[in-house]
């Protein structure tokens, strides 16, 4: 089992964090110092998901990411930048939510346009290996698994 944090307000973050020694996850959040949402994860969550080894997966959905006005790719690569600024390459993935929302950022309408996300994170964070979304959420998995053995 794995523990979603997405849907909790931030107390509730705090709270698994410190109970918890397997890697949790927020499967579609994104990053609070850039868009003020309850949903989203402020810094010092970020650093004790990292801490837990979690797995931060941004979202696409505009209010999540935007705050309000037009909302594209772009912003969606920011978010990915500032979760890997504070909680590191290894805790960040993608959680775009394709079949809870009715409106997408411009360039991410749909699951096909995910390559044309990776090459502005690439640019903006000017990372020189490559990020690998999918194996730091099957990270968390066997890990959790493992765990799930131990009892």
């Not at 502005?120 to 730091?136: A, E, L």
């Amino acid at each position: 089992m794995l523990v979603d944090l997405s849907h909790v307000s931030v107390r509730v973050m705090e709270d698994a964090l410190a109970a918890t020694h397997s890697p949790i996850i927020f499967s579609h959040s994104s990053a609070y110092s850039i868009c003020d949402h309850v949903r989203n994860v402020p810094d010092h969550v970020l650093r004790l998901t990292q801490e837990n080894g979690g797995v931060v997966m941004v979202t696409f959905v505009p209010s999540f990411v935007c705050c309000g006005g037009a909302c594209n790719l772009t912003h969606v690569a920011d978010h990915v930048e500032h979760v890997v600024s504070i909680a590191g390459i290894d805790h960040v993935g993608i959680g775009g939510d394709y079949d809870g929302v009715d409106s997408l950022p411009v360039g991410l309408e749909g699951f096909i346009y995910l390559f044309y996300l990776i090459l502005p994170i690439k640019m903006i964070i000017k990372i020189k290996y490559k990020i690998n979304f999918y194996d730091n959420h099957f990270r968390c998995l066997k890990i959790s698994i493992s765990h799930c053995r131990t009892y």
